[in-house]
C-alpha cells in the first residue's frame, strides 16, 4: 500500500518543465525584491562608507535628504538582477533537485546540495552583474557630491552609458568578487534551506507548509549575511570606483578595507543585509514554491 501511495505520489508531481521552472524562480525572486529593496539601499551605503555608520543614521540621512523615494532607488536595477540572477540561480538549482528526484532514491546528501548551489548561483552570478553593478551604482548615487553623481534614470540607461563610457567590459566590474560570494551566498541560503527544512521535518512537529519555510528560510538568511558579507562588501567597494587604470584584484581592496578599517569594517551593514537576506529569502522561496504548487494544479 505504501509503495502504491508512492507511485501515485511520484506521478502528481510530474517535473516541471526547464523553461517554466526558470519563469518561476525568476518571478519569486522579482517580487520578493519589491518588497525587501529599501534594505539594499541601506545595505550599500554603509559599505561605501569608510567611516562608522548605523542603520539608523543612514536612514534618517537619506530620508532627510533625498526624500522617501530615495529608498526605491535603482529598482529597475533591482528587478533586471533579479531577472537574470535568480531566475538562472534558482531556474539551476531546481532543475538539479527534479533531475535527482527522478533517477535517485531519498534526498541528496549535504555535500550534494552544496555543490548544486555552489554551481547554480556561480552561473547565476556571472550572468547576472551588469545589473548587479547598476544596482549598486543607483543605489549610492544619492550619497554622492552633486558634480559626482552619475544620475542613471535607470538600468537600461545604466548599461548604456557605463559601455559608451566605459566600454562593454566594465558591465562585468566587481565579477570575481560577486561569482565568489554568490557560491558562498547560495550554499549558505539554498543548500542549508533544504538541509534545515529536513532537519526540522525529522525532528520536530513542524510539518510542511509556511511555518517550515519561514523557519528554516530565517536560519538560512543569517547563515547567509555572514558568511558572504566580506565579498560583498568589497564587490560594493570596487563597484563603485571611479577608476582609469587597472582595476585593483578583490584580495587586494578585501585587505585593503580590513588594513585600514578594521576587520569588522568587512561586516559593515550587516543588519540591513540580514534584513533584506532573510525576508527576501523567506519570499522567494514561499512565492516560487507556491508558483509550483499552482502550476501542477491548473497547468500541468
Given at each position: 500500500m505504501l509503495r502504491k501511495n508512492g507511485e501515485l505520489q511520484e506521478k502528481k508531481l510530474q517535473p516541471i518543465p526547464p523553461t517554466i521552472n526558470f519563469l518561476l524562480g525568476g518571478l519569486s525572486g522579482m517580487a520578493a525584491t519589491c518588497v525587501v529593496h529599501p534594505m539594499d539601499v541601506i545595505k550599500n551605503r554603509m559599505q561605501v562608507l569608510k567611516g562608522k555608520a548605523s542603520i539608523l543614521d543612514t536612514i534618517s540621512i537619506?530620508?532627510?535628504?533625498?526624500?522617501?523615494?530615495?529608498?526605491?532607488n535603482?529598482?529597475?536595477?533591482?528587478?533586471?538582477?533579479q531577472a537574470t540572477y535568480t531566475t538562472v540561480r534558482l531556474g539551476i538549482y531546481n532543475q538539479m533537485h527534479e533531475f535527482w528526484r527522478q533517477n535517485y532514491v531519498g534526498p541528496p546528501a549535504f555535500a550534494i546540495l552544496m555543490l548544486m548551489a555552489g554551481s547554480a548561483g556561480a552561473i547565476g552570478a556571472f550572468v547576472g552583474t551588469p545589473a548587479d553593478l547598476a544596482l549598486v551604482r543607483m543605489t549610492t548615487d544619492g550619497r554622492l557630491p552633486v558634480e559626482q553623481r552619475r544620475n542613471y534614470k535607470n538600468v537600461f540607461d545604466a548599461f548604456v552609458r557605463i559601455v559608451r563610457e566605459e566600454g562593454m567590459f566594465a558591465l562585468w566590474r566587481g565579477s570575481l568578487p560577486t561569482v565568489g560570494r554568490a557560491i558562498v551566498v547560495n550554499i549558505s541560503q539554498l543548500a542549508?534551506?533544504?538541509q534545515v527544512k529536513l532537519?526540522?521535518?525529522?525532528?520536530?512537529?513542524?510539518k510542511e507548509g509556511i511555518l517550515l519555510h519561514f523557519y528554516a528560510s530565517m536560519i538560512s538568511g543569517f547563515l547567509t549575511a555572514f558568511n558572504s558579507m566580506p565579498f560583498d562588501v568589497t564587490k560594493t567597494r570596487i563597484q563603485n570606483m571611479k577608476i582609469t587604470g587597472k582595476l585593483p584584484g578583490m584580495t587586494a581592496v578585501m585587505m585593503?578595507?580590513?588594513?585600514n578599517e578594521g576587520i569588522g569594517s568587512l561586516w559593515k551593514g550587516f543588519w540591513p543585509t540580514y534584513c533584506r537576506i532573510g525576508p527576501h529569502t523567506v519570499l522567494t522561496l514561499i512565492i516560487n514554491e507556491q508558483l509550483m504548487n499552482l502550476y501542477r494544479s491548473y497547468i500541468q
Open positions: 537619506t530620508y532627510s535628504k533625498e526624500g522617501i523615494l530615495a529608498f526605491y535603482g529598482l529597475t536595477a533591482g528587478l533586471v538582477r542549508t534551506y533544504s532537519l526540522i521535518k525529522s525532528r520536530t512537529n513542524v585593503s578595507i580590513a588594513k
